[in-house]
């Protein structure tokens, strides 16, 4: 399973956009992007995911590097509501060892100050 | 549309005891999967499906069993309680799929006393 690397923990004022950066240098071809977060005393929830481009949603962006080795999300005006633990993770099907399995990390945990 | 719905919310168990974890989605997802989550920890896989009599094992599994008699089910099985097996259980499904989002059951919190 391709690793993922982020940063343990980030810290943003409110209103203010928040880049959270995940490294994985090991990604593959088939290899998605995911992210997920994790509110407090909550089930992860789903944020965002790219292949290649990047891409937008109402919650965030992705903003994928070119040789796809890194990737960041950005969050373009934080709330107290998105303080949370943030994963990114590497996901892929097909093939006897790439089952689809989502495996999360430590994770960025964001602090929102007001 | 229900999601993913587990059942308990909340368990105590008692060293030795046995119980299984009901994990339910109404989605037609093939993809099925655990988690645990420690305090203060990250999520880690326990076991997972892509379908229909299909489980294979994830990061920890000992000490749990699965199986996969429908694509709606997905049991958790504790043979024998530990206290180490005192944790946040969670459940997630989705589509078999790498572009497809997990969708997650709002977790069992378990005590092994």
């Known amino acids: 399973d391709a690793k993922t690397t982020q940063p343990n923990s980030m810290e943003s004022n409110e209103e203010e956009p928040v880049h959270l950066p995940c490294n994985h240098s090991?990604?593959?071809?088939?290899?998605?992007i995911h992210w997920y977060r994790q509110l407090p005393s909550q089930g992860p929830e789903y944020v965002i995911h790219?292949?290649?481009s990047n891409v937008n949603n109402r919650m965030a962006s992705l903003a994928i590097a070119e040789d796809r080795k890194s990737s960041t999300l950005i969050l373009h005006r934080a709330t107290l509501r998105d303080a949370a633990v943030y994963y990114c993770?590497?996901?892929?099907?097909?093939?006897?060892?790439?089952?689809?399995?989502?495996?999360f990390g430590q994770g960025t945990t964001l602090q929102v100050k007001p | 549309n229900a999601g993913v719905t587990q059942t308990p919310k909340f368990q105590v168990l008692k060293t030795g005891q046995s119980m299984t974890l009901q994990c339910a989605q109404d989605?037609?997802?093939?993809?099925m999967s655990w988690y645990r989550q420690d305090p203060g920890m990250g999520l880690r896989l326990i076991h997972y499906?892509?379908?229909?009599?299909?489980?294979d094992q994830g990061e920890v599994p000992n000490g749990y069993n699965v199986s996969r008699s429908t694509t709606e089910d997905f049991p958790l099985r504790l043979l024998s309680a530990a206290p180490s097996q005192t944790s946040v259980y969670f459940c997630?499904?989705?589509?078999?799929?790498?572009?497809?989002?997990?969708?997650f059951g709002q977790g069992t919190r378990l005590t092994v006393v």
């Open positions: 997630a499904s989705s589509y078999l799929w790498a572009g497809s989002e997990a969708f």
């Open positions: 090991t990604i593959s071809g088939t290899d998605y």
């Open positions: 790219g292949l290649t």
């Open positions: 993770i590497l996901r892929d099907v097909g093939g006897s060892s790439n089952t689809g399995k989502l495996i």
């Open positions: 989605m037609n997802h093939e993809y």
């Open positions: 499906s892509v379908g229909a009599g299909i489980t």
